[in-house]
């Protein structure tokens, strides 16, 4: 029943996320300013996701205004979340809301966290040390693809708890 609700509450989080906004509408007297380049920060480096490869323990995932988290502790899925972190760096898009926390722990120490972005546009993480924006990488393909998978599946399981009995 826990997993059910879970799975429900992460389809209605992305389905809210998806939903195509109305773009809004400038007046037509005034010109608009050029859009400044977004700033970009470095990768992560190499020697670190290494290590979260080899050493990671533990990865948790934290949603912001939705009531629920998720903990990963196998070291299959822990490496899978690794994987999920694209080499290359992303620009910080001030448009972009964060979908929530993520951090990467070795034996309970927290060696890596910060927000991540999933939603049209806007898929990358953005890391922090000292509570100071250090690193922002793109989400893998592999990473989209397992959040849309995730999404389908909960979308499944929001119809078959809405079907009568």
């Known amino acids: ?14 389905a809210a996320c998806n939903q195509d906004k109305p773009a809004p509408t400038a007046p037509a007297a005034q010109p608009q300013p050029a859009a400044a380049p977004a700033a970009t ?9 290494e290590k979260l490869w080899q050493e990671g323990t533990q ?6 205004n939705h009531p629920f988290t998720m903990s ?3 070291k299959s899925a822990v490496q899978h ?5 694209a080499e290359t ?3 910080l898009k001030p448009e972009c809301k964060a979908l929530g926390r993520v ?9 890596l966290e910060g927000d991540f972005f ?21 989400m893998t393909d592999e990473a989209v693809q397992y959040f849309n998978n995730q999404i389908q599946q909960a979308m499944k399981m929001q119809q078959q708890m809405q079907q009568p009995q």
């Open 59 to 64: 990865v948790d995932y934290i949603f912001y």
């Open 72 to 74: 990963l502790t196998e």
């Open 103 to 111: 951090t990467f722990q070795i034996k309970g120490d927290i060696v």
């Open 118 to 138: 999933f939603s049209a546009g806007c898929t990358y993480f953005v890391f922090e040390k000292n509570r100071v924006k250090t690193y922002a990488n793109y």
């Open 81 to 85: 979340a690794v994987r999920h972190i």
């Open 41 to 49: 920060l470095p990768s992560v480096p190499l020697e670190l996701m």
């Open 89 to 91: 760096p992303a620009p």
């Open 1 to 14: 029943m826990k997993q059910s609700i879970f799975i429900f509450c992460i389809a209605v989080m992305f």
